[in-house]
């Protein structure tokens, strides 16, 4: 199984990634296939799932409401006072000429706003609704076409969302990397072009997406 490398992607020009870490080597790698993958998230139906909130659902079963905080506004300010230490000047060394420190205290005030409450009433109810059960691999491809099979589903089940991953595949050092972009960029690659990959001292992969014609 290809190891799986997520990345952000970022759009890095040669120059201005060169002028941040000079400790970057650059590779030139070959796109080697392209590929995406789908997931589903698998929803069941539950009774009288308990939950709050500022609004009471249609459907939902009352169990209490109650004034609380649901947000905060400023009223003012108080001043309060830290002591900090700082290096003041006091002289110099000689025969150096070196200038001498010295540790000192000194009070500053700062400002600490105050704040008021702003209620307003929650509500906490029971409700029956479809929540998730887990999240099952429908397929993947290396096309553009995105037809995955139907997902069985058992009683009291249904599919909802749909994710779909876009990778790039190429090798870097002696491993299959997958890189992470999104459709719009993924459908916009080829394969066989090569690009430019970056490792910086953190192992996290940059890539220069200026692709050969």
């Given amino acids: 199984m290809r190891k799986i490398i997520v990345c ?114 929650k509500y906490y109810y029971t409700i029956d609704k479809w929540v998730h059960k887990k999240y099952v691999h429908l397929a993947e491809g290396y096309t553009n076409d995105y037809t995955v099979p139907e997902y069985k589903c058992k009683e009291n089940e249904q599919v909802g969302d749909i994710k779909y991953k876009y990778l790039v595949h190429f090798t870097f050092d002696g491993e299959d990397v997958a890189y992470v972009v999104d459709k719009e960029f993924w459908e916009s690659l080829n394969v066989g072009h090569q690009i430019k990959v970056y490792e910086d001292n953190n192992y996290k992969l940059h890539i220069d997406w200026n692709l050969e014609e």
């Fill in 8 to 121: 952000t992607l970022i759009l890095l020009m040669l120059v201005s990634l060169s002028g941040c870490n000079s400790n970057l080597m650059a590779k030139t790698v070959t796109i080697d296939s392209l590929s995406w993958d789908a997931t589903a998230d698998i929803q069941e139906w539950k009774i009288a799932v308990e939950e709050s909130g500022w609004k009471l659902p249609e459907g939902a079963i009352l169990l209490k409401e109650q004034q609380e905080a649901k947000s905060y506004k400023i009223v003012g300010y108080e001043t309060k006072y830290r002591t900090e230490e700082y290096q003041e000047k006091i002289g110099y060394i000689l025969p150096t000429w070196r200038p001498r420190y010295e540790t000192r205290t000194r009070t500053v005030s700062y400002q600490v706003p105050k704040t008021e409450a702003i209620l307003a009433t």
